[in-house]
C-alpha cells in the first residue's frame, strides 16, 4: 500500500469517525459542528458550543492502525546485521571488500536484540560512520574504530552472535539523525521497538564488578546516587520497562544479571514496583503521577528529552521541536490529558511556590507521587464524604455503639447523601477533559478558602495509597483564568469551612505569567558593615540580590542574618497577603554552630510568619514600616541600616524612605 493510498485511508477514518460522533451526541450535533484551526497545534478539530476534539491525535491513532494492517507496524527500523558487522571487523584491512551492514526491515515475526547505555560524548559511531566506514581514509578509519563507542558495538555484536541473534538496534548507528523526520519517527516508535525485542542489553559501563551491586556505592558512584548512572539518565527509564528480558553486563561484557532475578534490587533504585518490571504496564492501574515519579530524579542532556523520554510510557505520540525547551514538557501533558481521564496529572507538589500554570514544568515535581492511587468517578463521592468526615464539617454529632461512631445530625447526613448523588451524576463531567485556548476544563469539587474570595482548595480524584482522603490542590481565581498555587504544608489538617461545590473550571495551562511576579532587590551592605552576613533564605533563592515574590498569591521569603563573632541572628520576612507587601523581623534564640541549621533557623522562621502573615500585612499598612519586636531593640542599629527596593511596591520600609 503506498503512502497515499495510507493517507486516503487515514482521511476516510477520520470522517467515519466524524460522523459517529455526531450520531453519539446527536444534540451538540444539531447545535452545529464545525471544522476549524485546532489553537494548540497545527491540526483540525471538530467542535461543537460545548467542546472540541482535535483530530491530530485521533489522526494519529488512525495511522498507526492503517500502518499495522499494510503491514507497516511499528517495528519497521534499521537493524544491524550482525554477522555482517563481525565480517568487516575481520576482514578490516582488506580493500574493496563491501559489507552491507545496516538494513531496513519490517517483519513482524522477526527476532532481534537490542542495546541500552550511556552514551560518551565524542566516543559514539554515527550512522553515516558506520556505513562508510570501509569507504573512509586510513587514518578517519583508525580513529574510528579506537573509538570506545565503536568497541561497544563490536563487543555488542559478538554477544548478540553468541546468543544467536541476526539482528541488533543500537541507537547511536542505527538512527540517521541527519533526518529529522526519522529521528522523530525512531523517538516516536522507541518504546515500541524495546518491547518487541526478543532481548535488551543493558551495558553498565561504570560497574568493574562481575556480581551487581546490590547496595549503593556513593565513593565512586558521587554523581549517580551511589547506583550505576545507567538508572539516573532519563532515556534508560523506557528501556527498563519495555523489554521483557533485560540481561546487565558489566564495563568488561560480562554478564552481572537479568531483569527478572534482579527485581527486588532495581524496585529499591527506581521505585519501580516488581510487578510492573517483570511484566511491563499492559493491565495496571497505574496513575499518571506515580509514573512520573519514576522519572523525577532523571536527568537527560537536552531539556526536552525528559518529554520525548516518557511519550512511550504513557503511549502517546507528539512531533520533535528541539528548542522548544520546557515547553516540550507541557505539550506532552496535553497529550497525555487527551488521552487519559487521571486528575493525578495535577497533583505534583510546587516546591519553591509559585502561581500558574496548572501542568508541571519538570518530572521532578513529581517526585513525592510515588504512592498516589488514580480514582474512578463511581468511587469518588465515597472519598469526598471520608474527606468531610476528616474536617468535620458540618457539626458532626456522633452516639457512640459498641464503640462504633454513628452521626446523628440530619441535615449533615442530608448533604453527604446529596454530596455523593452530586458525585455519581456528574460521573461522565469528572472523567472529560476538553483542551483549549482558554484552558484545561474540567469539572471539580472547590472549597471556598478563609484567606480570600479568590482562593479555592479544588479535590481531585485520586488518593495517596496510605490514606482514603483524595488529594487537594489550592487555586486562584485571577481576571480571566484560574492558576495553581502552593498549598500550605499542613492543609490536609487545616478544617474546611464549607462543603464542596461542584464546578467547571477553565484551569490555566500557559506557562506566562510573568506579570503576576515582582522582583526585588534586596540592600544590606550596610548590614555587613556590623559584621552580619546573609545566610540562608527560604524558600526562594536569590538571584545576587534579587528575589521575585508573587502577587497573586499570599507569598513570603525569609532571609536570615547572622554575626558570628556577636553570636547573634535576625531573620527577615519579606511577602504579600492579599495584595499588601509586608515585612517583618525576628530575632532568633540559640545561635546555631553549623552551616546546615541555618536552613532550620529560616524555615522555622518562614513557618512562624507565615501563620501570621494577615497581622503584619495589617501593622505594615498602618505604620508603613516593619514592626520590631521587644526582643530585637539591641540590634535595631542594623536593621535601621538595612532596606529594600522595589520596582512597584514597598518603597519605604525600616524607617528609610527610598
Known sequence: MSDDEKEILCLTYCLVFSISWAIKYPRRAATGLRIQLCPLCPSLEIRDDHSSICLSSYRAKVRRLVDYFAGSHALRMK??????????????????????????????????AILSHRWKDGSEVTYKEMIGLTKMDERKKVEVRKRSGYQKIIKCCEQAMKDDFEWLWIDTCCIDKRSSAELSEAINSMYQWYQGAQVCYA????????????????????????????????????????????????????????????????????????????????????????????AAHRKTARVEDRAYSLMGLFGVNMPMVYGEGKKAFRRLQLEIIREFNDHSIFAWWLRPSRAGSVLADDPSVFRDCGDIEKVEPDEFGDKLVKLIELHRLGNPWYITLNSRKISTNPIRQCRLAWLKWRARALSQQLRTFTI??????????????????????????????????????????????????????????????????????????????????????LDDQHASYHGFT?????????????????????????????????????????????????????????????????????????????????????????????????????????????????????????????
Open 436 to 521: 483549549s485556548n482558554a484552558g484545561i476544563q474540567v469539572c471539580l469539587p472547590v472549597i471556598p478558602l478563609s484567606d480570600s474570595p479568590s482562593h479555592f482548595r479544588a479535590i481531585l480524584a485520586c488518593t495517596y495509597s496510605h490514606g482514603s482522603h483524595p488529594v487537594t490542590i489550592d487555586i486562584v481565581f485571577s481576571g480571566s483564568g484560574i492558576y495553581r498555587i502552593r498549598s500550605d504544608v499542613d492543609n490536609i489538617g487545616e478544617p474546611f469551612e464549607a462543603y464542596p461545590n461542584f464546578r467547571t473550571l477553565h484551569l490555566a495551562h500557559n506557562q506566562d505569567v510573568s506579570e503576576k511576579w515582582c522582583k526585588f532587590t
Open 534 to 658: 546573609r545566610c540562608s533564605t527560604h524558600p526562594h533563592k536569590f538571584t545576587g540580590d534579587t528575589v521575585a515574590l508573587s502577587f497573586l498569591i499570599d507569598d513570603l521569603v525569609v532571609v536570615v542574618y547572622a554575626n558570628k563573632d556577636a553570636r547573634s541572628y535576625f531573620a527577615v520576612g519579606l511577602g504579600y497577603y492579599l495584595g499588601q507587601g509586608w515585612v517583618h523581623i525576628v530575632y532568633g534564640g540559640h545561635f546555631p554552630t553549623q552551616d546546615v541549621e541555618w536552613q532550620h533557623v529560616a524555615s522555622r522562621a518562614h513557618h512562624q510568619m507565615w501563620h501570621a502573615r494577615a497581622e503584619h500585612a495589617q501593622n505594615m499598612s498602618k505604620q508603613g514600616r516593619a514592626h520590631l519586636t521587644r526582643d530585637a531593640h539591641f540590634i535595631k542599629w542594623a536593621i535601621s541600616e538595612l532596606w529594600l527596593t522595589s520596582s512597584n511596591v514597598l518603597a519605604a520600609v525600616m524607617g528609610h524612605a527610598e
Open 203 to 294: 551495558y553498565l559501563n561504570d560497574i568493574k564488578e562481575s556480581i551487581f551491586p546490590t547496595e549503593p556505592n556513593p565513593e565512586t558512584l558521587r554523581e549517580s546516587n551511589g547506583w550505576p548512572e545507567w538508572f539516573m539518565r532519563g532515556w534508560t527509564l523506557q528501556e527498563l520497562i519495555a523489554p521483557t528480558r533485560i540481561e546487565f553486563f558489566n564495563k568488561e561484557w560480562a554478564p552481572v544479571g537479568n531483569k527478572q532475578r534482579l527485581a527486588p534490587i532495581l524496585k529499591d533504585i527506581t521505585n519501580i514496583p516488581c510487578d510492573v518490571l517483570r511484566d511491563g504496564l499492559a493491565g495496571k492501574r497505574l496513575s499518571v503521577a506515580r509514573i512520573m515519579s519514576w
Open 79 to 112: 537493524l544491524l546485521h550482525v554477522g555482517n558487522v563481525l565480517k568487516r571487523e575481520e576482514d578490516i584491512q582488506h580493500t574493496g571488500v563491501e559489507y552491507d551492514v545496516i538494513k531496513e526491515l519490517g517483519d513482524k515475526t522477526m527476532r532481534y
